[in-house]
């Protein structure tokens, strides 16, 4: 008789669900997405900032005018958040952080939001230009 005893250690992650929904004329197209790390909205190539509003379950948070923003997993905390001044986060915590990329303005700092919070960010009415999206680094 043979007897084995493996034991593995396994660590949970949170992982963001993502919905897009991107606006054409006549035209709405959604994709779904699972996020480890982080989602970026940012200028692109585009030399000018980004103008997002950020909205937290239909509430407006922010108007961001900067190159971007970060919304991080705990998980993706010690990546470009964290390079973006934001905070870390323990991997056990359920949240999202919500870090901007060299804003225009110093009165918006990074946030740590519950993962509760229904996050929309789009471009503001009066945005020059749209936003360019990367999922965890891609």
């Known amino acids: 008789v043979i007897s084995t005893d493996i034991r593995h250690n396994a660590t949970m992650r949170t992982r ?24 970026v909205l940012e200028r692109g190539v585009d030399p ?19 190159d971007g923003v970060v919304v991080a997993t705990p998980t993706g905390s010690t990546a470009y958040s964290l390079s973006a001044n934001g905070s870390m986060c323990h991997p056990a915590v359920r949240a999202m952080l919500l870090t901007p990329i060299c804003p225009h303005s110093l009165s918006f700092r990074p946030v740590v939001l519950p ?14 230009r749209g936003a360019s999206l990367r999922i965890d680094g891609r």
């Open 48 to 66: 000018g900032l980004s103008n997002l509003e950020v909205y937290c379950d239909d509430v407006m948070l922010t108007q961001v005018q900067a």
């Open 115 to 128: 993962e509760s919070c229904s996050l929309t960010i789009r471009p503001a009415a009066n945005a020059r």
């Open 16 to 39: 963001f669900a993502l919905s897009i929904a991107r606006h054409a004329e006549n035209d709405v197209s959604a994709e779904q997405h699972q996020v480890l790390n982080d989602i």
